[in-house]
């Protein structure tokens, strides 16, 4: 054996079989500068990176599979409903499960609407303009005006998975839906939207068509009125309905509404989509997560003393992954809502305050960004304010 010796000192034993002398017990000292003890030892540091690596493979994919397909529903459950109410992405669901199972997973989650019909009666516009005395911190923000700016005021909301803005628009007569230049075209950004009809605040409005998961955000849902002129008259079978405005200025939330029935309940300004979240101070019935899963939202409410309540909350950011539909009646009951509404979300969701977007809009690739859209809700100036609402803008951007 070339590069070898054999050290005798070690040697325990000889034994003779038939007349072969066997060495037993004796060790085998190899040269130090053996090329072959090398390779081996590359070889088995390669072998045992590709055992490490291989061995947390085959983990992950047992732990996906667990969740994806073991007995704890929770992670499927968030899977689907999160994915089946996205304009893009729904391919994350229907990957893995078959159409009767996304169908039974949605209808464990969703929202029950009470299907009672809106009793603007109890609305009262103006209502309390004058109280100096407050219920709680809820009410205490509402009503306490800020300096200089008696059109509205913007209040930060923070919860576990979300952020974002709760507006209150004290005179509802000046809120007015808006549409794209481009209908049935193409969509445009609410900034656009904003600059076009000279907004003070905007927030995004009711959903669009999206035959093949590419809409450009063009052809809103339903029927949309803007200043009591119809802009679009279609039938919608989804989750909620008409979200819009009566020449009373109140709040009316109508579910399977023709266009007869809205001109009858003497609708200006309306959206269409859902699901209605409060109707006549009574929440919606919420299974599981909803249905909706967790993500950016929008919604909008008002109260019984007319104020009319933005909220736009945040998501998709770590741990901030955005609000389900819980959380958007938690909030707005908080606040007062008596009547309340889901708009879009998502991409969707945003808030423009003069000409600058002041909450966070993620798309799903994760971009900074939002995307154009069909409709929205403004809150247009008063002929005499002069204020520079720039600052607020500003400020809320630090």
Not at 87 to 103: C, L, P, R, S, V
Not at 140 to 158: F, G, H, P, Q
Not at 332 to 347: E, H, P, S
Request: charged share 25%; aromatic share 8%; hydrophobic share 35%.
């Amino acid at each position: 054996m070339k590069n070898s010796t054999i050290d005798e000192n070690k040697v325990d034993e000889l034994d003779e079989l038939g007349g072969v002398k066997v060495v037993k017990k004796t060790r085998i000292t190899e040269n130090k500068n053996n090329p072959r003890k090398k390779k081996n030892k590359k070889g088995n540091w390669l072998e045992n990176v590709f055992t490490v690596l291989f061995s947390l493979g085959t983990m992950g994919i047992i732990m996906v599979l667990f969740l994806l397909y073991g007995p704890y529903s929770g992670f499927r459950e968030w899977l689907v409903t999160t994915a089946m109410t996205t304009m893009t992405h729904q391919y994350f669901a229907t990957w893995f499960y078959d159409e009767e199972t996304i169908n039974y997973i949605l209808d464990k989650n969703k929202v029950v609407e009470s299907g009672e019909s809106t009793d603007t009666s109890e609305i009262t516009v103006g209502a309390n303009t004058k109280v100096t005395e407050y219920k709680n911190e809820f009410e205490r923000a509402i009503l306490e005006r800020d300096d200089k700016n008696d059109d509205y005021k913007i209040i930060e909301i923070s919860g576990k998975t979300y952020d974002g803005y709760l507006v209150a628009v004290y005179d509802p007569s000046r809120i007015q839906a808006v549409v794209t230049d481009n209908l049935g075209v193409s969509g445009q950004y609410l900034t656009k939207m904003a600059k076009n009809h000279d907004a003070l605040i905007a927030i995004n409005g009711g959903g669009f068509d999206d035959p093949n998961f590419n809409s450009t955000g063009g052809s809103p849902l339903g029927i949309t009125v803007c200043n009591g002129k119809y802009v679009t008259e279609k039938l919608y079978n989804g989750a909620g309905g008409i979200i819009g405005f009566t020449e009373e200025n109140k709040l009316i939330l109508s579910a399977k509404c023709t266009t007869a029935e809205a001109k009858k309940q003497g609708i200006r300004d309306a959206v269409t989509f859902g699901p209605f979240l409060i109707v006549n101070g009574k929440p919606s019935e919420v299974l599981g997560n909803g249905g909706w899963g967790s993500a950016p939202r929008t919604a909008i409410a008002q109260r019984k003393d007319g104020i009319v309540l933005f909220l736009v909350l945040n998501g998709r950011r770590g741990t901030k992954v955005g609000a389900d539909m819980d959380d958007l009646i938690d909030i707005l009951q908080d606040y007062g809502a008596y009547n309340a509404a889901n708009l879009d979300g998502g991409t969707s969701s945003v808030l423009v305050v003069g000409d600058t977007i002041v909450n966070d809009p993620i798309d799903s690739t994760g971009a900074h960004k939002t995307r154009p859209i069909s409709t929205g809700f403004i809150v247009t100036k008063d002929e005499s304010d002069d204020s520079d609402h720039s600052v607020v803008a500003d400020k809320l951007g630090e």
